[in-house]
């Protein structure tokens, strides 16, 4: 079966959230607001500058999908490429979808010009996740992640406003 990957459209965000939701289910036994994972799907695919997602169909099916963001890197002179919220539905894992989609996305860095690399975090226990990114030549860094999170403060404004 051809799989056809594709920038996201607004009339994607529905399923969008809902992997998103699914992925964070399923990786971090996490709960996501629907009405709030919704309203950051659909802010990034109506603001470019926040980044972009692509789509993977499979027969007209939208099937996995994945976000890019970017970081500007003074060391570099570049940007890096995050690439996030991956999910592929269970029935079509293990298919090369992601890999699929992450050459599409080194071919979209090749075309831009100024992308220096690629960088993703993964729960540390998806050891299924952790393969798949290593098999495609990603390395594991020296970097620990800290956060401080304010949870969905723009959208509980708009929301009480």
């Keep these: 079966m051809q799989l056809t ?12 959230a809902e992997f998103n939701q699914n992925m964070a289910l399923e990786t971090e036994d996490k709960e996501l607001i629907p009405e709030l994972i919704l309203a950051g799907v659909t802010s990034l695919l ?69 992308v220096c690399g690629f960088r993703l975090y993964v729960e540390k226990d998806n050891q299924q996740a952790q393969q798949t990114y290593h098999d495609l030549g990603m390395q594991l860094t020296d970097y620990l992640i800290y956060e401080e999170m304010q949870l969905g403060i723009r959208y509980l404004k708009e929301q009480t406003a």
Excluded: C
């Design 46 to 114: 109506n603001n470019p500058a926040y980044g972009f997602y692509l789509v993977a169909e499979r027969e007209g099916r939208v099937v996995a999908s994945l976000m890019i963001t970017s970081e500007w890197s003074d060391w570099r002179n570049g940007v890096f490429w995050w690439i996030q919220s991956v999910y592929v539905h269970p029935q079509f894992r293990r298919q090369g979808i992601y890999r699929k989609l992450y050459a599409r996305v080194k071919a979209l860095a090749a075309e831009q010009g100024n």
């Design 5 to 16: 990957i594709r920038p996201a459209a607004l009339e994607d965000a529905a399923l969008i």
